[in-house]
RNA sequence: GUGGCUGUAGCUCAGGUGGUUAGAGCGUCGGGUUGUGAUCCCGAAGGCCGGGGGUUCGAGUCCCCUCAGUCACCCCA
């Protein structure tokens, strides 16, 4: 089996896989955080959860495009004891719309996840094989005003976290004519070039727009010379990117027309958006991004439905955030320690009911001395430090201490809780 | 998938030209103070020096392979 192999091969097996990883609190907290504050908003904007496999039958991805890598290199896929070929999901899109077209729910349907991705590549500092995307589609509705609430979703989230970092960079991909025109047009230059390009002009020949976001330093003074396809657009084409230009203006939302924009995927048609931020590396500089892929429920056996949707890479979110000064940990944890200094099950008591009145709250355990609870409840980040002490205990009180400045007081043993309560008063996730 | 760099305690890192029992700071645990933290002092635990092979009397140190991370590509969130 494969298990002995591995540990042959000097594999460390009790390890996180290759491009995987734990994330553990504090961390963690900043991942409550995104994902709490992105569905509250998605929410508002009229979106539910939607919860899709992880893994799907594989020509659902498939869809995603066959000449694109995440499909011809990168997938996760196998053959499960039933012999059915199975894919995890590299993507959000493919997933969601397999579920509109299996449940036909009534449009507008609006959606919002959050779901890990998995794909087989070299991984890197925000490229990991399993990775968390946020994300939203809306079916069934072709109309401008849901590109620019779309946008308007994953900029707002933004700004929200407080990612100053951020840029947006829009294109039109145009519909079947514009792209048919382009194509052509876009292919001829390339056979142009073809000695500059080289090896890359396999590439060309199967899919030409690809080539407009290569990297590589030789093509940039060919690619700023290449024919846009902003030039191409047919009148209703044109007419749909304007008008979402005009919408993102209305709501004050700055943007840069970017006509060498183009995305991994095959599946996108018309509007193109990426949210982009240098405080990532230079080749992966896209913290979301998304686009109409008006084609694709019909390529999955459904009706014909226009489409738009948006991921967005918590990993990579995360970078963007450290640099930007944003998602800082909240440094306390709990409101209230208690200390005991009797060994009685009243601190089992006390603490259930700080917890019922809403308080966090936390002790030792194994009976450690007084010094060290007390240290202990320092370290907590704890507001107050209850102790349960016999003196007191003998007239119902309990023992008080505000941790940041070293004040005590006594209080009344049944109504500690509430007094606590009321007095650490904060927002919770 | 291709190439470069890195890999020593939980964390951050020291360990000229190979040489006895591998160190520090922080953190953890315990004690000084068995009714009190954030300062101070003392002590302890904790290391297949990423893994395997080789050279050598002797390898954390040199060579090869490998695993993992990281950077640049391909590409992508």
């Not at 982009?276 to 109409?292: E, F, I, K, P, W």
């Not at 208690?338 to 601190?347: E, K, N, S, Y």
């Amino acid at each position: 089996m494969a298990t002995d192999s591995d540990a042959a091969l000097g594999r460390d097996v009790f390890r996180a896989p290759k491009g995987t990883r734990d994330v553990l609190a504090p961390e963690s907290d900043r991942w409550i955080e995104i994902i709490t504050r992105f569905g509250a908003r998605a929410r508002r904007y009229g979106y539910g959860l939607v919860i899709t496999p992880v893994f799907e039958h594989y020509e659902v991805f498939a869809r995603i495009g066959e000449s694109t890598d995440v499909v011809s290199k990168e997938m996760y896929d196998f053959l499960d004891k039933g012999d059915r070929r199975i894919a995890l999901r590299p993507e959000g899109t493919a997933g969601a719309v397999r579920a509109y077209v299996e449940h036909r729910p009534t449009p507008p349907w609006k959606v919002f996840y959050v779901a890990p991705n998995f794909r087989y590549e070299r991984p890197q500092a925000g490229r990991y094989r399993q990775h968390y995307q946020i994300g939203a589609e809306v079916m069934g509705v072709d109309d401008p005003a849901v590109d620019v609430e779309m946008i308007d979703l994953l900029g707002g989230f933004y700004r929200e976290i407080g990612l100053n970092s951020v840029r947006l960079v829009i294109n039109s991909m145009g519909d079947a004519e514009t792209r048919r025109r382009y194509r052509e047009v876009l292919l001829e230059y390339w056979r142009a070039h073809s000695t500059l390009l080289g090896d890359t002009m396999e590439r060309a020949e199967q899919n030409p727009l690809r080539v407009l976001d290569s990297k590589k330093p030789e093509f940039k003074e060919m690619l700023q010379h290449a024919p846009q396809i902003t030039e191409y657009l047919t009148d209703s084409a044109g007419n749909h990117f304007e008008q979402v230009q005009a919408g993102l203006r209305s709501i004050g939302n700055h943007f840069e027309v970017e006509p060498r924009l183009v995305r991994g995927l095959d599946y996108y048609t018309s509007t193109l958006f990426e949210f982009r931020s240098d405080s990532l590396a230079a080749g992966q500089d896209t913290v979301g991004g998304g686009g109409r892929y008006d084609k694709l429920a019909q390529e999955m056996g459904g009706p014909a439905t226009p489409a738009i949707g948006f991921g967005c890479g918590v990993e990579r979110l995360l970078i963007v955030a450290d640099a930007d000064g944003a998602l800082a940990p909240s440094p306390a944890r709990v409101d209230a320690y208690v200390v005991d200094a009797v060994g009685t099950a009243d601190v089992v008591v006390l603490l259930h009911e700080l917890r019922e009145a809403g308080v966090a709250s936390d002790r030792a355990y194994g009976g450690r001395s007084l010094k060290k609870q007390w240290a202990a409840a320092d370290k907590s980040g704890a507001r107050y430090g209850v102790m349960l002490a016999p003196r007191e205990m003998e007239t119902g009180h309990v023992v008080v201490k505000d941790l940041t400045n070293g004040q005590q007081i006594e209080i009344r043993r049944d109504e500690v809780a509430a007094w606590i309560a009321v007095n650490t008063q904060r927002r919770d996730f």
